[in-house]
């Protein structure tokens, strides 16, 4: 049984470099593991056991702990972990959401602490908005340019009335 658990796994990691090389499948162990996955553009499936960090991603990014990507336009979901992207176009599911810099128009965070620099819709327990969040709900919503800096429950953007 050892042997073939063994096989398996240097079957799996023989395979890694081939697998992260795909456009339209990504296979991920850690942030440098395989080599190239940190460059790697995926069209398609991004699957990180149990890390996965990659370059842009059109699809779905999905890992046991984490996910980190460069843009994202599509589906991030971490099981037990965080997700991050400096561009991101789409949902944000974990217990960790952090959206960076560049925005787009439509993103969704749902999990415990969500941050985000602006725009899109926040829902977790607590929300953190740097710029001006269009939607957040949770116990603690904090959206420094939104219509009040920091409320309970339910908090907008200051753009929502304009």
């Given at each position: 049984m050892k042997k073939v658990m063994m096989a398996l796994v240097l079957a799996v990691f023989t395979a890694l470099p081939v697998l992260a090389t795909e456009s339209s499948f990504a296979l991920?162990?850690?942030?440098?593991c395989p080599e190239?996955?940190?460059t790697t553009d995926v069209?398609?499936?991004?699957?990180?056991?149990p890390l996965i960090a990659n370059g842009e991603v059109e699809g779905a990014s999905v890992a046991l702990i984490g996910n980190r990507s460069r843009e994202v336009s599509g589906l991030q979901f971490a099981l037990i972990g965080f997700n991050f992207a400096e561009?991101?176009?789409g949902i944000q599911l974990g217990?960790?959401?952090?959206?960076?810099?560049?925005?787009d128009d439509f993103t969704?965070?749902?999990?415990?602490?969500?941050?985000?620099e602006e725009n899109g819709i926040q829902l977790g327990?607590?929300?953190?908005s740097r710029n001006n969040a269009t939607f957040q709900l949770g116990f603690i919503n904090i959206n420094k340019r939104g219509f009040f800096p920091v409320m309970l429950l339910v908090n907008f953007g200051s753009d929502l009335f304009d």
């Open positions: 991920g162990v850690w942030y440098d190239n996955i940190g069209e398609g499936l991004c699957v990180g056991v561009s991101l176009y217990l960790l959401n952090f959206q960076g810099g560049q925005h969704a965070q749902l999990g415990f602490y969500n941050q985000a327990f607590i929300n953190n």
